[in-house]
């Protein structure tokens, strides 16, 4: 593999580990529930678009699947239970005899920071695959050429590989001085996001394209937003504002510097379907199978979405501020949680919000 295949070495900020209080597998409900808003979708394409029949061959009758970006569960196996059986369940409707069912394998990836005892600890026991962990960043080649046949990505894609340099840089006109992400900041910090985006997606599509055969499926399921409307408007944006405030009651009470808090940005990203189809289209791999935009409503309270969010953020904030700030970071959001119940029940937050994307490698 060359090194123009792999992105600089990635920053990563993996989910909370384990399966405590404020752990990513106690707290992804609104992941599980948004992939599985989107299952019916899934075994459709598998059933109509997915021909695994040129898959296996007279030495191979194995199916490789991957989740890219997989966390610790248990929403992965969710995931690759439903769409292994959406496989079995084609085979059956061409029918296949049981032996000729072929045998699958699930790589499960993550950074390498992720907590991966967690995944392989809790593996379902009556899972009928051979279960397999790739470390790594997805923005870089993974897999060997030609062997994956379908590719899953939920909610992960969102981020971004760094934060972008300029954000930090005093003298750009991307400095982020005030805020912490894009989505209300000024439109050259928005500019800036998008290109880093931009670029993300060029590796990752140009890995994938040489680990997918010919034929093969991905399934990408992400955060985004319609083309015409102003990011200034997302749910994420409004969600991130309001934990900004509470970073500035900090800087208030002196826990934490003003310098500390400009410098802190999070790299995560909403694309629009326009964004998704140029980088596809740039490509040139791939037929867009199908791409929508979905409203999938944040349905829970304000306090089980603060937790929800720590689950994403903590390693970030605590790899920036110290896990103490962590803690009285969101002691803080939960006493100001009444506050924030009305823009989590805005109409903006039931906005078409999840990208849906299949595409096939051509
Ligand atoms: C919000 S979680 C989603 C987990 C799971 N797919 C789900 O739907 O519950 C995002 C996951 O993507 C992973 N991730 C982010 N960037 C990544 C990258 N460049 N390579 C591999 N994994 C990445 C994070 O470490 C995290 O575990």
């Given at each position: 593999m060359s090194n123009t295949e792999t992105a600089a070495r990635p920053e990563s900020y993996p989910m909370t580990g384990g399966g405590g209080t404020y752990s990513y597998s106690s707290n992804s409900i609104y992941q599980k529930e948004a992939a599985n808003f989107v299952k019916e979708l899934i075994d459709e394409e598998i059933a109509t678009k997915l021909d695994m029949k040129c898959f296996t061959t007279s030495t191979s009758n194995t199916l490789r699947v991957a989740d890219l970006g997989c966390s610790t569960g248990p929403n992965t196996f969710i995931a690759m239970q439903n769409i292994l059986q959406a496989m079995k369940n084609k085979y059956h409707s061409q029918g296949s005899l049981p032996s000729e069912m072929p045998e699958f394998q699930v790589f499960f990836n993550d950074?390498?920071?992720?907590d991966f005892n967690t995944v392989f600890t809790s593996l379902p026991p009556d899972s009928q695959y051979f279960a397999a962990g790739v470390p790594g960043s997805f923005y870089g080649r993974l897999f060997p050429e030609s062997s994956l046949h379908f590719v899953y990505s939920s909610y992960a894609m969102n981020w971004l590989s760094k934060v972008p340099e300029e954000l930090l840089d005093q003298n750009s006109p991307a400095w982020n001085k005030e805020k912490f992400h894009y989505t209300t900041a000024k439109e050259e910090v928005a500019n800036v996001y998008a290109a880093q985006f931009a670029k993300d997606m060029e590796i990752f599509l140009g890995a994938r394209a040489k680990e997918m055969v010919v034929g093969a499926m991905m399934v990408v399921i992400i955060m985004g937003f319609p083309d015409d409307i102003h990011h200034s408007k997302l749910f994420l944006g409004q969600s991130y504002d309001f934990l900004s405030s509470c970073l500035m009651d900090l800087v208030n009470m002196g826990l934490v510097s003003e310098a500390e808090a400009d410098s802190f940005n999070i790299p995560v990203y909403g694309p629009s379907p326009k964004e998704m189809a140029s980088v596809v289209e740039k490509n040139g791999?791939?037929?867009?199978?199908r791409m929508q935009l979905n409203d999938y409503t944040y349905k829970y309270d304000a306090q089980t979405f603060l937790k929800h969010q720590r689950a994403t953020l903590e390693s970030i904030l605590t790899k920036h501020f110290g896990s103490e700030i962590v803690d009285q970071l969101y002691q803080r959001a939960s006493q100001r949680s009444a506050e924030f119940s009305s823009v989590l029940h805005s109409s903006d937050a039931a906005m078409k919000n999840q990208l849906f994307l299949v595409l096939k490698r051509k």
């Open positions: 950074h390498a920071s992720n791999c791939f037929s867009t199978e």
